[in-house]
């Protein structure tokens, strides 16, 4: 089954909204197959946003990661990475669908909450550089009465 990256960013960390953020995920069905609450590094911020390297919001993003602690998360489901991007809503706070996290929680771009990874290529080497094979295969008990 598919997994998908995410990060509860500072700003989210800052405002008391992780469990917020995490029962958003779980309710819909995504499974937690790895989870860490850490101060993220200048280097793996970098290697997180390298293919933002070079546009203008760079520097501010990569202070912005690195501001205050992060969740960072492994879901596990049926399209897993197009389910919690919808969930996540669109990248503009102000622009995503009511519901959504960005929209129901944030305003601006540089302050919107969450991270998730955009397709399998991204998501793959997203798990890799923050968890390695550091993740918990584990049987859910409500499994089949969520994947059919
Ligand atoms: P995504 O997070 O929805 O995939 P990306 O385009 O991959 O959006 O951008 C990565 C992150 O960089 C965004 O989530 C946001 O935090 C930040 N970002 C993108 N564009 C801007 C901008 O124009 N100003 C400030 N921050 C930005
Ligand atoms: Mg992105």
Redesign the pocket.
Known sequence: MECTFIII?PDAVQRGLIGEIVARFERRGLKIVGMKFMQVSEELARKH?A??EG???FN??IQ?IISAPVVAMVLEGTNAITAA?NT?G??KPSEAAPGSIRADLGL?????L???S?GPDTAASEIALWFGEDLVNWGRATDAWIFE
């Not at 601006?108 to 919107?112: F, K, M």
């Open positions: 960013k946003y293919v933002h546009k203008p919001f501010g993003l912005y991007r996540i669109a990248t601006e771009i540089g302050r919107n969450v991270h998730g955009d």
